[in-house]
């Protein structure tokens, strides 16, 4: 525990991390106890902090004359909690023997969803390593039947570089044939730069991805019992060229992996962007209820349309200034503000993406280009 002592008040003000859950969430909060006098003054400010969850754990013994410096100190109190440090989420359940579990993206995490059969659990993703060994066990909490399937949704590391512990447990890892397409021309080398880079790829000890053990091809592949039909649908080039969602159609639940995130979480270097929003709207005609996206927290149909819109818009901004004749160093977009939850703090890369498709007549993953 940290003690700060406030000049001229007496007394201390301490503070701790507590751990606990919160709203359903695993949450670590900053607990502020407060061993000072405290005018009534204060009380409308703390359920101010309340109501906005601001403050989930604060304790205040005692009442004392209000300082200016301990204004400040709640203040920076209010400013600075956090409602978690960055963590994997614990499993939210969406539907009967449906769970959504959040990643961690300060390590670089995708989401993962477990939907249980009759027999079996199918896992969608199988994340990075390091977070691939953690839903081995954390799955066991769920359920005690064995993980058979593994979805890819698509090649990149963050959704298929774990596929190997997984098919060391015993399951199948499965992908569309055009995302295993899209591992043979772009492996080893990117999986070699992610060894350089993260310790969990590195311990594997392995030079390369271990690819898909069951390919589908065309525009469906349906797994099915008594309890449940999950449908993988691939709609054609979108975030990249096999892109797969997920789709539970009884109980109306998409999972969309980064065809569709929520917030400013996707890289379009691999992408089609002018085909993307198009293929957005297939999924839209499906009319979800629950929207699981690859990054982010999970929604509505709001996450497709959110996701479509940015696309279209940014991709015909960029448009629109190169057939004025701006150079593409000099090419500086304003998007309308329905895009702003999907818009990253710098658009550079994503325009750079756009302008790459539009000059080269082809979609933008097509053309030669680094992941990094």
């Known amino acids: 525990m940290l003690k700060l002592l406030t000049a001229n008040d007496g007394g201390p003000i301490s503070f701790t991390w507590h751990s606990g859950l919160y709203g359903g969430q695993k949450v670590d909060a900053l607990l502020l106890i407060l061993e000072i006098p405290l005018l009534e003054a204060l009380e409308p400010f703390h359920k101010f902090l309340a109501h906005f969850r601001l403050c989930p754990y604060c304790e205040v013994e005692g009442r004392m004359r209000l300082s200016f410096r301990l204004l400040l100190a709640v203040l920076i109190f209010a400013v600075f909690v956090l409602p978690g440090r960055a963590q994997s989420g614990a499993p939210q359940l969406v539907a009967p023997g449906v769970w959504f579990l959040l990643g961690d993206a ?26 691939a060994q953690e839903l081995l066990e954390e799955v066991k909490t769920l359920s005690s039947k064995p993980v058979r399937y593994v979805v890819l949704t698509h090649h990149h590391g963050d959704h298929a570089y774990g596929s190997a512990l997984w098919t060391r447990a015993g399951a199948i890892t499965i992908a569309h044939e055009d995302a295993a397409a899209e591992m043979k021309r772009f492996e080893p080398a990117r999986w070699q730069r992610e060894m350089a880079l ?53 109980e109306r639940i998409l999972c969309t992996g980064d065809a569709a995130v929520n917030g400013p979480r996707n890289n379009l270097k691999d992408a089609w962007l002018a085909n993307w929003p198009r293929m957005l709207e297939k999924a839209e005609a499906l009319q979800p209820r629950y929207v699981l996206p690859g990054h982010g927290a999970m929604g509505g149909a709001e996450i497709l349309s959110g996701q479509r819109l940015f696309l279209a818009d940014l991709f015909h901004a960029v448009q629109q200034q190169l057939k004025s004749g701006r150079k593409t160093e000099t090419i500086n977009i304003i998007l309308p503000v329905r895009d702003q939850n999907w818009m990253p703090r710098n658009l550079s890369a994503d325009i750079e993406c756009a302008n790459r498709e539009i000059t080269h007549h082809m979609p933008a993953g097509a053309v030669e280009h680094s992941w990094h």
Do not use: C
Not at 107 to 120: A, F, H, Q, R
Not at 209 to 229: H, N, W, Y
């Open 106 to 131: 300060s390590k670089g995490y995708s989401n993962n969803i477990v939907l249980e059969m009759k027999d079996y659990l199918i896992v969608v993703d199988a994340n990075y390593p390091g977070r």
């Open 198 to 250: 993260r310790e969990d790829v590195r311990v594997l000890g392995v030079q390369d991805l271990e690819r898909p053990k069951q390919i589908f091809s065309g525009e469906r592949m349906v797994l099915e019992d008594a309890t449940r039909r999950v449908e993988l649908l691939h709609y054609g080039w979108e975030h990249t060229r096999g892109d797969t969602y997920v789709w539970l159609p009884r």
